[in-house]
């Protein structure tokens, strides 16, 4: 199976899905996916403005975590990163 195949495939199959939810599913996924986005851009945006003594690990490794840990990179932030 060729790689144009499979991204061909996987394209083929979330299509499916988006169209197999309804209206209200579709409205949540929506505000739950702004809720993410927001809450990234919320946290990155701490970041860079808290002194690095007010975190518990470095800055460098903080920002790839809010970034690419989806939901729980952002909240990890926050919860565990950040010292009260």
């Not at 949540?28 to 975190?55: E, H, I, N, P, Q």
């Not at 903080?62 to 939901?71: D, E, H, K, Q, S």
Request: aromatic residues 10%; hydrophobic residues 45%; glycine residues 10%.
């Amino acid at each position: 199976m060729s790689k144009n195949s499979k991204n061909s495939s996987l394209s083929r199959t979330l299509k499916d899905g988006w169209k197999a939810l309804n209206k209200g599913q579709k409205k949540l996924v929506g505000g739950l996916a702004a809720v993410d986005a927001a809450g990234k851009a919320f946290a990155l945006r701490d970041l860079a403005r808290t002194d690095s003594r007010r975190l518990r690990g470095p800055k460098f490794l903080w920002a790839p975590v809010i970034g690419a840990v989806n939901t729980f990179g952002w909240a990890a932030y926050f919860l565990v990163g950040k010292k009260r």
